[in-house]
């Protein structure tokens, strides 16, 4: 008898180490601030605008900070900044429908991606949708090494298998190369979603700056609207040159995470289909901004760069970009 | 395994009454040649969103990964031939390196490394030479069941990565390389004899079947066994010598 409880014992003490037979690694990001979108009130001598603000929790897949206060917030722009709100509230969930994923193969990622969390993030994010989305995956760049331009696409088709398209997405990394292709990218995107039915998104993960496509960001836009497609970027650099990929998310609805590095790209993967499938909680600020070379006209683009303050880990979340067209 | 126990169980006692001898024994294994193999040229794990290429399915010394054993041996000599049962217990680690993609030119390698504790039951029969020898040689063969339990997964690459489990799972190969379920071995070997002292063998094991139903992994061992025989029968000690 005692024979028999011995290896037993040992075995059950054994198998506790065993992690659980379901759920996968979870990749650890850095908190991220996301800007979903943003809208002109009014205009006078001031310019009032509203603008929402996610902030994402970096160990997490589905929790947000709500904990900022009106000073944590600063506005950088050509002006002065006054935050005369800030409030949380939940917008309605964003229905993903049909999405085409298009990834920047241009340059390098030595420095903005150098362990390619990418592929297995997007790996990640297809597994998430599910097999009730069906989804397209692309890259793009040109003078590359990719075999079409201004981008090329891993199947013919739609498709709800992410295990299908895992080899075209894990080969990427050794095709990097040449010069970006953003805007003529996103067209050819926006032109396949054309086909399909229902929500239609773009997800464009991009981290150079376009420089010689044909298409302009406004061609993006007018095309994204028209086709009613939603454009979500995310963009991992610096903040310098990304004002039209502000205006191209906020133009069509869409989300835009400015990433200063891999950790936050992390995150905003991380949470992307909690993103997409559940009310967001969000930081609702109305702001005024005096301009410093007077009053704005109607219809004028404006960028206003926000840094929010983290006051439990006394650090700033990464930069948020915001665009709003003044009423 | 309830299988396995009964054959060695009729082995002994039909041995015992038919044999010309029975010999008990302790052994000690050391498996330092191994080649673990996987079908295939990429592995795509359940526990993570990784995606690794097969670069190394080679036979290696040492860095494949390390057997060490310790038994006893139940064996029943019948003229030239012998019958085995060796139950035992093993250490067993694999190391499988796998590669994941960074860029265009340059790649991760990551080690897999699994330890095992496992419990073996061999049961193998011998056919021996020169058995009119004090020193004699024999081939034999036979199969195992081996009750393994993972006791740790670990991974490294060759800069000592400390944060390197958070981009890859430790646990990554799981299914692939081993699981907790009972498996099957098959063995041979030569031995070399001394009388019925103490035998010193080298053996080849092949796991026979794969852990996992997606990825069809092979493993293949060479190890050097010395087995010593204890003199409890030392007063009616004859060894046998062919007429």
Same mark, same amino acid.
């Given at each position: 008898?005692?024979?028999?409880?011995?290896?037993?014992?040992?075995?059950?003490?054994?198998?506790?180490?065993?992690?659980?037979?379901?759920?996968? &690694?979870?990749?650890?990001?850095?908190?991220?601030?996301?800007? &979903?979108?943003?809208?002109? &009130?009014?205009?006078?001598? #001031?310019?009032? %605008?509203?603008?929402?603000?996610?902030?994402?929790?970096?160990? $997490?897949?589905?929790?947000?900070?709500?904990?900022?206060?009106?000073?944590?917030?600063?506005?950088?722009?050509?002006?002065?900044?006054?935050?005369?709100?800030? $409030?949380?509230?939940?917008?309605?969930?964003?229905?993903?429908?049909?999405?085409?994923?298009?990834? #920047?193969?241009?340059?390098?990622?030595?420095?903005?991606?150098?362990?390619?969390?990418?592929?297995?993030?997007?790996?990640?994010?297809?597994?998430?949708?599910?097999?009730?989305?069906? %989804?397209?995956?692309?890259?793009?760049?040109?003078?590359?090494?990719?075999?079409?331009?201004?981008?090329?696409?891993?199947?013919?088709? %739609?498709?709800?298998?992410?295990?299908?398209?895992?080899?075209?997405?894990?080969?990427?990394?050794?095709?990097?190369?040449?010069?970006?292709?953003?805007?003529?990218?996103?067209? $050819?995107?926006?032109?396949?979603?054309?086909?399909?039915?229902?929500?239609?998104?773009?997800?464009?993960?991009?981290?150079?700056?376009?420089?010689?496509?044909?298409?302009?960001?406004?061609?993006? &836009?007018?095309?994204?609207?028209?086709?009613?497609?939603?454009?979500?970027?995310?963009?991992?650099?610096?903040?310098?040159?990304?004002?039209?990929?502000?205006?191209?998310?906020?133009?069509?609805?869409?989300?835009?995470?400015?990433?200063?590095?891999?950790?936050?790209?992390?995150?905003?993967?991380?949470?992307?289909?909690?993103?997409?499938?559940?009310?967001?909680?969000?930081?609702?600020?109305?702001?005024?901004?005096?301009?410093? $070379?007077?009053?704005?006209?109607?219809?004028?683009?404006?960028?206003?760069?926000?840094?929010?303050?983290?006051?439990?880990?006394?650090?700033?979340?990464?930069?948020?970009?915001?665009?709003?067209?003044?009423? | 395994?309830?299988?396995?126990?009964?054959?060695?169980?009729?082995?002994?006692?039909?041995?015992?009454?038919?044999?010309?001898?029975?010999?008990?024994?302790?052994?000690?294994?050391?498996?330092?040649?191994?080649?673990?193999?996987?079908?295939?040229?990429?592995?795509?794990?359940?526990?993570?969103?990784?995606?690794?290429?097969?670069?190394?399915?080679?036979?290696?010394?040492?860095?494949?990964?390390?057997?060490?054993?310790?038994?006893?041996?139940?064996?029943?000599?019948?003229?030239?031939?012998?019958?085995?049962?060796?139950?035992?217990?093993?250490?067993?680690?694999?190391?499988?390196?796998?590669?994941?993609?960074?860029?265009?030119?340059?790649?991760?390698?990551?080690?897999?490394?699994?330890?095992?504790?496992?419990?073996?039951?061999?049961?193998?029969?011998?056919?021996?030479?020169?058995?009119?020898?004090?020193?004699?040689?024999?081939?034999?063969?036979?199969?195992?069941?081996?009750?393994?339990?993972?006791?740790?997964?670990?991974?490294?690459?060759?800069?000592?990565?400390?944060?390197?489990?958070?981009?890859?799972?430790?646990?990554?190969?799981?299914?692939?390389?081993?699981?907790?379920?009972?498996?099957?071995?098959?063995?041979?070997?030569?031995?070399?004899?001394?009388?019925?002292?103490?035998?010193?063998?080298?053996?080849?094991?092949?796991?026979?079947?794969?852990?996992?139903?997606?990825?069809?992994?092979?493993?293949?061992?060479?190890?050097?066994?010395?087995?010593?025989?204890?003199?409890?029968?030392?007063?009616?000690?004859?060894?046998?010598?062919?007429?």
């Amino acid at each position: 008898m005692k024979i028999r409880i011995i290896p037993l014992l040992l075995s059950l003490l054994v198998s506790c180490n065993l992690p659980p037979e379901s759920g996968r &690694i979870f990749f650890y990001g850095n908190d991220t601030a996301v800007e &979903i979108g943003s809208k002109g &009130i009014s205009l006078g001598a #001031d310019f009032v %605008f509203e603008a929402d603000v996610i902030v994402l929790a970096g160990n $997490s897949r589905d929790i947000v900070y709500t904990y900022a206060e009106q000073q944590d917030l600063l506005f950088t722009g050509d002006g002065q900044y006054v935050v005369n709100n800030l $409030s949380v509230v939940e917008l309605s969930p964003r229905t993903v429908g049909s999405t085409v994923i298009l990834v #920047d193969q241009s340059g390098s990622y030595d420095s903005a991606d150098a362990m390619n969390y990418r592929s297995k993030l997007i790996n990640q994010f297809t597994h998430d949708l599910g097999n009730a989305t069906n %989804f397209l995956l692309g890259a793009f760049s040109s003078q590359g090494n990719l075999n079409l331009e201004p981008a090329e696409y891993g199947t013919t088709e %739609f498709t709800s298998d992410s295990d299908a398209v895992m080899p075209y997405l894990f080969e990427l990394p050794s095709r990097v190369g040449g010069i970006s292709t953003l805007y003529d990218a996103m067209i $050819s995107g926006i032109d396949r979603l054309r086909s399909v039915s229902g929500s239609r998104t773009l997800l464009v993960l991009a981290h150079d700056l376009d420089s010689v496509s044909i298409a302009s960001e406004n061609d993006v &836009i007018a095309a994204a609207v028209l086709n009613q497609v939603r454009v979500d970027i995310i963009y991992v650099g610096n903040t310098k040159g990304t004002n039209p990929l502000a205006k191209i998310s906020q133009q069509t609805g869409g989300l835009f995470s400015l990433c200063s590095s891999d950790r936050e790209m992390i995150t905003t993967f991380n949470h992307l289909n909690v993103l997409y499938e559940q009310p967001m909680v969000t930081l609702h600020m109305q702001v005024k901004f005096t301009p410093a $070379s007077g009053p704005l006209g109607s219809g004028v683009d404006t960028f206003h760069l926000l840094t929010l303050h983290d006051p439990i880990a006394d650090t700033d979340f990464n930069p948020v970009m915001i665009f709003v067209k003044t009423p | 395994m309830k299988r396995a126990a009964t054959i060695a169980f009729l082995l002994c006692v039909c041995g015992i009454s038919l044999g010309q001898n029975f010999n008990v024994g302790i052994t000690f294994q050391y498996h330092i040649l191994k080649q673990v193999s996987v079908e295939g040229n990429t592995i795509f794990p359940t526990s993570s969103y990784n995606y690794y290429n097969i670069i190394d399915n080679n036979w290696k010394f040492f860095s494949a990964g390390q057997s060490i054993v310790i038994g006893v041996v139940g064996q029943l000599d019948y003229k030239r031939l012998y019958f085995a049962f060796e139950p035992s217990f093993e250490l067993n680690t694999y190391d499988y390196v796998v590669s994941y993609s960074l860029s265009s030119n340059s790649a991760e390698k990551i080690s897999f490394k699994t330890t095992m504790m496992q419990y073996d039951f061999p049961v193998y029969a011998g056919y021996q030479f020169g058995s009119s020898n004090l020193l004699r040689y024999s081939l034999f063969g036979g199969i195992s069941v081996v009750v393994p339990f993972v006791i740790n997964s670990a991974l490294y690459n060759v800069n000592t990565d400390t944060k390197l489990t958070d981009r890859y799972g430790a646990y990554d190969m799981r299914d692939v390389l081993y699981t907790n379920e009972v498996y099957w071995n098959g063995l041979v070997g030569i031995g070399f004899h001394y009388a019925s002292l103490f035998k010193v063998d080298i053996r080849y094991t092949r796991r026979l079947g794969s852990p996992g139903d997606v990825y069809k992994a092979t493993f293949n061992t060479v190890g050097v066994g010395l087995t010593y025989y204890l003199p409890i029968r030392i007063l009616k000690q004859k060894i046998y010598y062919e007429n």
